[in-house]
């Protein structure tokens, strides 16, 4: 792929989406923040890939005007990743999503297909529906040690409090306190990861609470001929259960599941050496050791 600078902006109807190009090797797009992702993959991933971080709507402030909701629709954010693509002229790379971004790697991989080599999704849901909600939260009952639970209960009890002296980050505020469900070390404290990351909260409560809701991620996967790795987190009781795609995962024609077992919702972080290799052995052999 051609060079380019290790940071930028792509404007986008007023909207700065950053990037932040990391490493070297294969080029490997990774839909987020560009703040909060690169804190994510640690170890030596970098030496074999070049993790290029992009920010979508929902990670920079808006430009003035009366937006809607529909001015955040999936096939808008989706657009967005393209005119980046564009802007940075990558033409054959990896997509990367993690949490409800996977939703966007996975429809992105599907419009574009011609751009897209393969497909990884990490602390996935199926979606986001009241029945997987519920799903989770009975396994969570029925699963965890009375101590996570206590633990998870009183961080969650601090949620309307910090909410209220801070309602911009509310989503942030949420993912803290609900750390209890989504890391293997229930108390371990995430605040630095968030330092400085910005938060549009129009976006999250439309796209997280209606369009990842209601997606079918199953329309158009008899087209999808990129493999996809699905890598998830034993006890990511926030998100990504493992026993959650049971009915799904047949749909996709190359489907690698990875579950780490000392892991919750951010494997890549949590279990980052054996991430890391099987990763890399899976995007040149499509099969992780």
């Known amino acids: 792929m051609a060079e380019m600078n290790t940071t930028g902006i792509v404007e986008v109807e007023g909207f700065k989406l950053g990037y932040k190009v990391e490493g070297a090797g294969l080029p490997a797009l990774v839909i987020g923040s560009t703040v909060y992702y690169p804190r994510t993959f640690v170890g030596n991933l970098r030496q074999h ?6 920010d979508h709507r929902g990670f920079v402030p808006p430009p003035p005007g009366d937006w809607q909701d529909e001015d955040f629709r999936l096939e808008v954010l989706l657009n967005d990743i393209e005119a980046v693509r564009k802007a940075l002229k990558l033409e054959r790379f990896v997509v990367i999503g993690h949490s409800g971004h996977a939703f966007l790697a996975l429809e992105y991989a599907k419009r574009y297909p011609q751009h897209v080599s393969q497909v990884v999704m990490i602390g996935a849901s199926p979606d986001y529906s009241e029945a997987t909600t519920q799903a989770r939260w009975a396994f969570f009952e029925k699963d965890t040690t009375p101590e996570r639970k206590a633990v998870f209960e009183a961080s969650m009890a601090q949620l309307p409090q910090r909410i209220a002296a ?13 750390g209890p469900a989504s890391w293997y070390d229930y ?7 968030w330092e ?5 909260m129009q976006v999250f409560d439309y796209v997280w609470g209606v369009v990842f809701r209601d997606i079918d991620i199953t329309a158009g996967l008899e087209k999808l001929d990129s493999p996809v ?4 987190g034993r006890y990511d009781y926030l ?3 493992p026993f959650l795609w049971d009915e ?16 919750a919702h951010t494997p890549q972080l949590e279990e980052p050496d ?3 290799r099987e990763l890399v052995n899976w995007l040149r052999t499509g099969r992780p050791e």
């Not at 108390?187 to 990861?193: E, G, S, V």
């Not at 790795?229 to 998830?232: C, M, P």
């Not at 799904?248 to 892991?263: A, G, P």
Request: aromatic letters at 12%.
């Open 187 to 193: 108390r371990f404290d995430a605040t630095a990861l």
């Open 49 to 54: 890939l070049q993790l290029i971080f992009i």
């Open 248 to 263: 799904v995962q047949h749909r996709f024609s190359n489907l690698t599941l990875r579950i780490f077992e000392k892991s």
């Open 229 to 232: 790795l699905l890598a998830l």
């Open 239 to 241: 998100t990504g259960l």
């Open 166 to 178: 801070d309602p911009e980050r509310r989503f942030v505020q949420m993912c803290l306190c609900a």
């Open 274 to 276: 054996r991430f890391n």
């Open 196 to 200: 400085g990351v910005y938060t549009n």
